[in-house]
């Protein structure tokens, strides 16, 4: 009974533990997502209204101009100039043109194509939705990662291999004790009780709660950065990464190339 009641214990602190840490994380994030305005301007019943962005259908005629983020894949049919910022879906880092007219066979590539999730950045044009939530272009990429199996991470595959070595030795130790005792006493209730004390003994009842007060420990330290932690797996594995490839040219850089060394003929110049 006292090993079952510390079990439960460890259990349900681990349990509050990682609670408390991802309700944190949604509330901060949540407050983000406050702070970017979710308003589309659109054309209903010939008068120019601000909905929500959640609000729009196809064939909502939209009122696009600087700094709007577009809420739909949308044709856009009348043009000011404008240019939008597609390097969240295509990874362009220069503001791509936006009209009436079009010559590329590609629906990407189309100049008179504006999609979900793009930033306009200049101008202003009227565009007729075609396309919205998990159909737009975004939606469909959204629906094929959502769809990825999850990989363990570096720390739940150690410790996968750590409990499965730890059960064999539990299982090997309490099937020879309870032999033993079965051979010494001849007492199958003081054998059975001995071997599943002997078992219960090789539990480690700390290691849960150890793990994830270590990564709490490691989640505090990241948001004193301002590094938002969704998931406690999450500061393990950023922990492992020995290569971080990235191609988000613009976002994570400044869209600059400058030459800091030059090396030539044997000679480095600064």
């Given amino acids: 009974i006292y090993m079952g009641a510390i079990l439960i214990v460890v259990a349900f602190i681990n349990a509050a533990v990682e609670w ?12 983000l ?5 979710a308003k589309t301007h659109v054309i209903r019943d010939r008068k120019l209204e601000s909905i929500q962005s959640a609000d729009v259908v196809a064939g909502d005629v939209l009122f696009l101009r600087m700094g709007d983020k ?3 894949d949308c044709y ?7 240019k939008v910022d597609n390097s969240s879906l295509t990874g362009e880092s220069e503001p791509q043109e936006r009209g009436a007219g079009n010559s590329m066979r590609n629906p990407l590539e189309a100049t008179n194509l504006a999609f979900n999730g793009t930033l306009a950045v200049s101008g202003e044009a009227y565009a007729i939705v075609v396309r919205t939530g998990d159909n737009t272009v975004l939606g469909q990429i959204a629906g094929l990662t959502a ?23 539990a299982i090997f130790t309490a099937a020879v004790f309870f032999i033993a005792g079965m051979a010494l006493y001849k007492d199958f209730p003081f054998a059975i009780n001995f071997a599943i004390g002997t078992f219960v003994a090789w539990v480690p009842e ?11 420990i490691a989640a505090k330290r990241m948001a004193a950065e301002n590094v938002l932690v969704k998931d406690l ?5 950023l922990g492992a990464i020995t290569l971080l ?26």
């Avoid at 997502?33 to 305005?37: A, V």
């Avoid at 700390?206 to 709490?216: D, E």
């Avoid at 797996?233 to 594995?237: A, D, F, L, S």
């Fill in 70 to 72: 577009i809420p739909a």
């Fill in 206 to 216: 700390g290691l849960p709660a150890t793990v994830t007060m270590l990564l709490t």
């Fill in 20 to 31: 408390w840490q991802q309700r944190k994380s949604e509330n901060t994030l949540a407050a």
């Fill in 33 to 37: 997502l406050k702070m970017i305005p």
């Fill in 147 to 169: 769809g990825e199996e999850k990989a363990k991470s570096p720390l739940n595959h150690e410790i996968s291999i750590f409990v499965r070595i730890i059960a064999s030795v």
């Fill in 76 to 82: 856009v049919f009348s043009s000011s100039d404008l």
């Fill in 245 to 270: 490839a990235t191609d988000k040219t613009g976002t994570l850089t400044r869209n600059q190339m400058t030459v800091c060394n030059v090396w030539t003929n044997g000679i480095m110049y600064a």
């Fill in 233 to 237: 797996q999450g500061v393990e594995t």
